[in-house]
Nanobody, 117 residues
Framework: QVQLVESGGGLVQAGGSLRLSCAASRSIFNFNTMGWYRQAPGKQRELVAIIGSDGRTNYADPVKGRFTISRDNAQNTVNLQMNSLKPEDTAVYYC???????????WGQGTQVTVSS
C-alpha cells in the first residue's frame, strides 16, 4: 500500500504561480512513474504532467511551457510548479503513482486549485 498526500493548492489570480507537492509513504525510487492529473467540474480527469523513474517528463499541451514536474527521490516527493496560471487551470489536482512494485496504481485525495480572472 502507498499513501499519497498532496499539498499546495489554493486561490491565485490569473498570471500567478502555485507549487503543488505530493508526499509518498513509500520510497518513490521504486515507482515507475508519478504524475499529476486534474479534474474540472463537469469534465473528465485528465493528465497534466508525468515523470518517469529516469526523470523523463511529458506534459499535456495546455500546460507546456508553464508547468514543470520534478521528483525528489530522497524526500519521496513529486512537485508541480505552475506558472502563468489561467482561469482554465482551475480544477482539483490529483497525484498519481504507478507502482507495480507496491501492488498497483495509487491516487492522492486531491487538492483544489482556483485561478481567478
Amino acid at each position: 500500500q502507498v499513501q499519497l498526500v498532496e499539498s499546495g493548492g489554493g486561490l491565485v489570480q490569473a498570471g500567478g504561480s502555485l507549487r503543488l507537492s505530493c508526499a509518498a509513504s513509500r520510497s518513490i525510487f521504486n515507482f515507475n512513474t508519478m504524475g499529476w492529473y486534474r479534474q474540472a467540474p463537469g469534465k473528465q480527469r485528465e493528465l497534466v504532467a508525468i515523470i518517469g523513474s529516469d526523470g523523463r517528463t511529458n506534459y499535456a499541451d495546455p500546460v507546456k511551457g508553464r508547468f514543470t514536474i520534478s521528483r525528489d527521490n530522497a524526500q519521496n516527493t513529486v512537485n508541480l510548479q505552475m506558472n502563468s496560471l489561467k482561469p482554465e487551470d482551475t480544477a482539483v489536482y490529483y497525484c498519481n503513482a504507478n507502482a507495480p512494485f507496491y501492488g498497483g496504481a495509487y491516487w492522492g485525495q486531491g487538492t483544489q486549485v482556483t485561478v481567478s480572472s
